[in-house]
């Protein structure tokens, strides 16, 4: 069964950096576009950055010039980088296909907070 682990959430004030990870449990990255995603408190889902086969780019408009996202296919993985966070930052994230999505891990949590 595929999965998808999410990890590198945490707690950190505004301002502050992190970095997620994103790892398949087998090469099902290959090929594909990749995305984060998140969720915070109340809303719903919404795509934060993906990234094509080609490592082209797109992200949400609110996190432009903040986030990079990345891939490493050899690793089955994908990365954001998460700079200069702010409060409404605050969600759990979680990655998938973006094309052909897979069941949902468990996403991890990023509260930013004073």
């Known amino acids: 069964q595929v999965q998808l682990v999410e990890s590198g959430g945490g707690l950190v004030q505004p301002g502050g950096s992190l970095r997620l990870s994103c790892v398949a449990s087998?090469?099902?990255?290959?090929?594909?576009?990749v995305a984060w995603y998140r969720q915070g408190p109340g809303t719903q889902r919404e795509m934060v950055a993906r990234?094509?086969?080609?490592?082209?780019?797109r992200y949400l408009d609110s996190v432009k010039g903040r986030f990079t996202i990345s891939r490493d296919d050899a690793r089955n993985t994908v990365y954001l980088q998460m700079n200069s966070l702010k409060p409404e930052d605050t969600a759990v994230y979680y990655c998938?296909?973006?094309?052909?999505?897979?069941?949902w891990g468990q996403g991890t949590q990023v509260t930013v907070s004073p």
């Open positions: 998938n296909r973006f094309i052909s999505p897979l069941d």
């Open positions: 087998s090469g099902i990255f290959f090929g594909y576009p």
């Open positions: 990234i094509g086969p080609t490592t082209t780019t």
